[in-house]
């Protein structure tokens, strides 16, 4: 199974705030890449897909990048509705394998 | 807007089966273009992809969980379902149902349901 390794696990931001997530593969998955954000007792939202395409309706504020075993997901000006965990998932083969998470939260 | 629902027992005795049902609305299951999946999340384990069933009734599971899994679709009721066999305390999570977006083999998970909490105890 492909191992991906999420970081940092935790991060305390404030409202306005330039993030960023980082997530490594154990191997190269080219761009099979998604980013999900977990709201507790909400279904889970798909935000980006194929390392940096943005789903439909999800604002700009958030982007994705990288290819092969290194990426980055980066929340431009952080809104109060951002404060979530958010996870990286790849797809490139199964089974598909989920990041640890990284739970963002208010300073 | 395609929405998906899970249902089934909050409380699964030790050694018994684990059964789910997830409910499609918004849409036809029988789609072209979607695989149906389920996934759970727990304190130990975080994310786990259990595994996916085509409209068609074919399927796929995790390797670490095939020998307990069985997944199977109703098309006629618009919906999907999970049975594992065999429960201990380390099958105890929320588990989610989702929607797989496959434009090839593989996809994205685009619609998820809220999840249901499941716990295995006596």
């Known amino acids: 199974d492909i191992q991906m390794t999420q970081s940092p696990s935790s991060l305390s931001a404030t409202v306005g705030d330039r993030v960023t997530i980082t997530c490594q593969a154990s191997q190269d998955i080219s761009n099979s890449l998604t980013w999900y954000q977990f709201k507790p007792g909400k279904a889970p939202k798909l935000l980006i897909y194929g390392a940096s395409t943005l789903e439909a309706g999800v604002p700009s504020r958030f982007s994705g990048s990288g290819s092969g075993t290194d990426f980055s997901f980066t929340i431009s000006s952080l809104q109060p509705e951002d404060f979530a965990t958010y996870y990286c998932q790849h797809y490139d083969n199964l089974p598909y394998t989920f990041g640890q998470g990284t739970k963002l939260e208010i300073k | 807007q395609v929405q998906l629902q899970e249902s089934g027992p909050g409380l699964v005795q030790p050694s018994q089966t684990l059964s789910l049902t997830c409910s499609v609305s918004?849409?036809?299951?029988?789609?072209?273009?979607?695989?149906w999946s389920w996934i759970r999340q727990s304190a130990g384990k975080g994310l786990e992809y259990i595994g996916r069933?085509?409209?068609?009734?074919?399927?796929d599971y995790n390797p670490s969980l095939w020998s307990r899994v069985a997944m199977s679709i109703d098309t006629f009721k618009n919906r999907f379902s999970l049975d594992l066999r065999s429960v201990t305390a380390a099958d105890s999570a929320i588990y989610y149902c989702?929607?797989?977006?496959?434009?090839?083999?593989?996809?994205?998970?685009?619609?998820w349901g809220q999840g249901t909490v499941v716990t295995v105890s006596s």
């Open positions: 989702a929607r797989l977006k496959v434009p090839s083999a593989h996809g994205v998970f685009d619609i």
């Open positions: 918004g849409g036809s299951i029988g789609a072209v273009g979607y695989y």
């Open positions: 069933v085509y409209p068609m009734g074919g399927t």
